[in-house]
């Protein structure tokens, strides 16, 4: 996610006195030290999580959370205290914000060894709210409120940058995970034989995979299969969100999975086309922020 980092942090700490801001394309954050050093730590901060490949907006509400962009607060902050000591720094050698054993130079690469452990295995997604919680010590108000305010910051930044879509890195209500290991857990039950069945669930694991690789942990999935046992899929999510999401899959070049086309009809449904493998993924919609997904072989 390439964000523009000085556009990000004069929105961020843009003060009140700077004008009227009617359309909210600021934050005014209040600040603790001058609004010039409060600017260098964030500056600092966005560029280290650039480095560390850590999402910016999670880090901005992360460090303003416990230091305010302040130099003086980060110092005096037992987390970071105890960051200081696991990479050998004295109290005096972080007097400066760009200094190695600064805070805002620091929090990346201890934040990043949370997020790297919290992987249930190599190519998992990272739990950014799992890692937020023993970052911040199992504050988990802290928690939920640097959580909460990185989507007021990606808001913020994207009223001022029309074109962007932010990729929130929280699973949606955290509860996919759960479902996916509970669909794993049934899917993996001793059943009475029946070969149709069985085919069914090896396809329905397959294909839950594949949507995992190509929509990430960013919304709610569910599994299902209706009256013809046919396998289906449920996203939740609302249709200005998932036609950005899914421009977005459409130019993206990165994934394991490249679609070829994205058609929209009707104004609301959606058809991702996929040539390696071969196939189809439908999404209608189903009611209020709610669609179903078909996969066609």
């Not at 609302?238 to 009707?266: C, H, M, R, V």
Request: charged share 20%.
């Amino acid at each position: 996610m390439m964000i523009k980092v000085l556009s990000l942090c004069a929105a961020l700490l843009a003060p009140e006195s700077s004008g009227q801001d009617p359309h909210g394309r600021s934050a005014h954050l209040e600040l603790d030290a001058d609004f010039n050093t409060s600017y260098s730590a964030c500056i600092a901060t966005l560029k280290q999580a650039r480095k560390y490949k850590i999402d910016p907006f999670v880090s901005a509400a992360l460090m303003y959370r416990t230091t305010k962009f302040s130099p003086k607060l980060a110092k005096s902050s037992s987390i970071f205290r105890r960051i200081s000591e696991n990479y050998g720094c004295q109290s005096h050698s972080a007097q400066f914000i760009k200094s190695s054993c600064s805070p805002f130079m620091l929090f990346a690469p201890s934040f990043v060894t949370i997020l790297e452990k919290s992987k249930r295995h190599v190519s998992a997604p990272e739990n950014y709210r799992t890692s937020l919680r023993r970052f911040l010590r199992n504050d988990r108000k802290s928690a939920r409120i640097v959580e909460n305010m990185a989507k007021r910051f990606a808001d913020v930044y994207s009223r001022t940058h029309s074109g962007f879509v932010w990729r929130s890195p929280f699973q949606a209500e955290g509860e996919f995970d759960e479902e996916a290991d509970q669909l794993f857990h049934d899917l993996n039950q001793p059943q009475p034989y029946d070969s149709h069945v069985s085919n069914l669930h090896r396809q329905m694991e397959g294909e839950i995979q594949i949507l995992h690789a190509i929509f990430g942990n960013h919304y709610r999935i569910e599994a299902t299969a209706n009256n013809n046992q046919i396998p289906e899929y449920l996203i939740h999510v609302d249709y200005q969100n998932l036609k950005q999401f899914l421009w977005y899959i459409a130019g993206n070049t990165a994934g394991p999975y490249k679609p070829t086309s994205l058609q929209e009809y009707d104004g609301q449904r959606f058809v991702l086309q996929f040539r390696s493998p071969r196939m189809r993924v439908i999404l209608s919609p189903m009611g209020v922020n709610l669609f179903s997904i078909m996969i066609k072989w």
